[in-house]
């Protein structure tokens, strides 16, 4: 009977849900925090089983290449570069405590729980050294940027059950989708996850301009090209007056 019990005991459920499902970029955005919240459901109905809990933003993967610059002759050129090929626009990890005392490395890599441990994909040939080097480079820019950063105590659990986090968008957000993925951890393994998306796009006249620029490029230049002549040609015009 009791090993008939064991075997019918499912792992819990994960009920994740956002503030926002759509964050709007207009001009004058500086910027919005996002309330990732929901609950731990234990099927089988047991109370008082404590959880871990660990979310994931991220934000739309793109390629980029990354120059490193040295000083020549007193001026700074650039010098070796490497590529990557996934690289998300914006990553954060929030956790109800430090991710080294929920799991070991190898667990944390796989799920990328810390800015340590985003799979970056980078391409071609390199010392590993110098490519550890360029990655590390490459968080710490995007730190800088606030564009990466994590919390290790940025999630708080009531009653076992319920969590929250909240994780602020600057305003040098990439549009696209983001994903937020919750897992639950206990003795080491993670034992549920889920995931919400949040859709950051831009609205108003900054949506005229991406939307003009990708869809009709060379008229765009062109435009672009003859409104800063002419501005520049009128700025003269005016000061050779006065």
């Given amino acids: 009977m009791a090993a008939l019990m064991l075997s019918g005991q499912r792992d819990p459920l994960l009920v994740p849900e956002v503030s926002q499902h759509e964050v709007q970029v207009r001009q004058g955005f500086t910027g919005t925090e996002l309330l990732l ?4 459901l234990d099927p089988a109905g047991r109370t008082g089983q404590g959880y871990d809990i660990v979310v ?11 120059r490193e610059k040295e000083r020549f002759a007193g001026v700074w050129v650039n010098a070796q570069s490497t590529d990557f090929r996934s690289v998300p626009s914006f990553f954060a990890v929030a956790a109800s405590r430090p991710v080294s005392e929920i799991v070991d490395e190898k667990t944390a890599a796989i799920y990328e729980f810390g800015t340590g441990y985003i799979q970056l994909s980078p391409s071609g040939s390199i010392n590993p050294a110098e490519q550890l080097r360029f990655s590390e480079g490459l968080v710490d820019l995007k730190q ?6 994590q919390n290790m105590n940025g999630v708080q659990i009531s009653q076992n059950v319920l969590y929250q986090a909240r994780i602020s968008l600057p305003s040098n957000v990439t549009t696209g989708t983001y994903t937020a993925e919750t897992f639950a951890v ?57």
């Fill in 144 to 149: 800088r940027q606030r564009l990466y950063k």
């Fill in 186 to 242: 206990t003795d080491g393994r993670v034992i549920a996850s889920a995931e919400a998306t949040v859709e950051v796009r831009k609205v108003g006249f900054e949506r005229f301009v991406e939307v003009s620029a990708n869809r009709w490029g060379l008229a765009y230049g062109l435009i672009a090209v003859f409104l800063s002549v002419g501005m520049g040609w009128g700025a003269g015009r005016l000061f050779a007056r006065l």
């Fill in 37 to 40: 919240f929901g609950a731990v």
């Fill in 56 to 66: 994931v933003l991220k934000g739309p993967s793109e390629p980029v290449r990354l």
